[in-house]
């Protein structure tokens, strides 16, 4: 096990969120419910492992990052079968080799059934296997802050941070009202601070926090640029996680690039998008890196959506973002049922083809290196 210290920040937000009015349905309104139930987690946590490395003037770490995690639905037969730490086991050292493994979790881990709005797709998972198994596998953070965080309400919701807190796996994005939604997470590595933010940028509105209502954090581009101006006092790399953009679509929407940029503008080091189910383009922007979208890992339905992805391995030091490094994975549930598979051959130089075609639309030319997909930064 490795040195590591884990802080929760929250970061100072004064503007009220915009646009955000609900229509009349059941409120996650503080007043419903005590409010030590939704605070934060605590303003500091220190964790310490033993130090198993020595320390370098340019040392550096590696940053994980995968997609979509939905460990129910279609899903959950295979599961209670085979084990919840089934879908891992062909990528587990892959994993591994992250000093820092962030994940967006889809759903909320919870046992209840009343939903809050109604939608087309209602997610939800087990919330003492799943947890278990993301803290076992080696999470350190997910994201709440994406359109299914809200499906079973306010009571979902507390569930999952419940047993989030339980297994020490960290969550952003979600809180009591939009202060606490845009709470960071700081994690101290090896002597590195990297900073994590994220937000919702997709629909129902319903699950948008406002500063009287519980819920995810909603991107709004002058609140997230003050939040990652507060957050560069407290660490050394920052990143920011967007849960954006078309389902099932390649082609990027106008606000991503502008959102994308802005945060950089504003000291972010890393933007991490996901939502759209499949990869889009890589850019490297001025000194930073921006992953428009990171695709599914592991996903409980047999849409014929998503069928190849990545596990992307970004390696920092104190001061910059190095390298990025891609392990591609199939994810066609069809064929790999759940479990996400690497790619070799032919199948990886298909996938860098087509990344680096996209990627090129936005001036960033990847290269393929011993099965994996690569671009140096600095």
Request: include cysteine; hydrophobic fraction near 40%.
């Amino acid at each position: 096990m490795q040195f590591k210290k884990i802080l929760a920040i929250t970061i100072m937000a004064f503007t009220l969120l915009s646009g955000c009015q609900t229509k009349p349905v059941k409120t996650l309104s503080t007043q419903e419910v005590k409010k030590e139930q939704l605070k934060p987690q605590a303003e500091s946590i220190i964790i310490e492992l033993p130090k198993t490395k020595v320390l370098q003037p340019e040392y550096t770490i590696k940053l994980g990052f995968v997609g979509d995690i939905f460990l129910g639905g279609s899903a959950k037969p295979i599961l209670e079968a085979k084990g919840y730490d089934y879908p891992f086991e062909n990528v587990q050292p892959i994993l591994d080799d992250s000093d820092i493994l962030f994940g967006n979790l889809e759903g909320p881990l919870t046992n209840y059934d009343e939903i809050y709005i109604e939608k087309t797709y209602l997610f939800k998972s087990d919330p003492i296997k799943v947890s278990s198994v993301l803290k076992q596998t080696g999470f350190d953070i997910v994201s709440l802050a994406n359109n299914h965080a809200l499906d079973y309400g306010l009571q979902g919701m507390l569930d999952t941070k419940e047993v989030l807190d339980s297994q020490s796996v960290y969550y952003i994005g979600v809180g009591h009202d939009n202060y606490a939604a845009r709470r960071a997470i700081v994690i101290e590595e090896q002597g590195i601070k990297v900073g994590y933010l994220a937000y919702n940028n997709t629909y129902p509105k319903e699950f948008w926090a406002t500063q009287e209502k519980f819920g995810v954090a909603y991107g709004k581009q002058s609140e997230f640029i003050e939040d990652i101006q507060n957050l560069t006092t407290v660490s050394d790399i920052k990143v920011i996680t967007f849960h954006w953009g078309r389902e099932g679509e390649t082609n990027l929407r106008d606000y991503q690039i502008e959102f994308a940029h802005a945060a950089i503008d504003a000291g972010a080091d890393i933007v991490v998008g996901h939502h759209p189910h499949i990869l889009q383009s890589v850019e490297k922007y001025k000194n930073g890196l921006i992953l428009y979208s990171i695709g599914n890992f592991t996903f409980g339905t047999y849409g014929k959506l998503a069928q190849t992805s990545g596990i992307f391995n970004v390696e920092v030091s104190k001061h910059a973002v190095k390298k990025l490094e891609i392990t591609g994975i199939d994810v066609f549930n069809q064929r790999v049922h759940f479990k996400p598979t690497l790619l070799v051959g032919e199948e990886m130089s298909i996938l860098y083809e087509s990344l680096n075609e996209l990627s090129l639309e936005r001036d960033t030319q990847l290269e393929l290196l011993n099965n994996k997909i690569v671009l140096d930064i600095q």
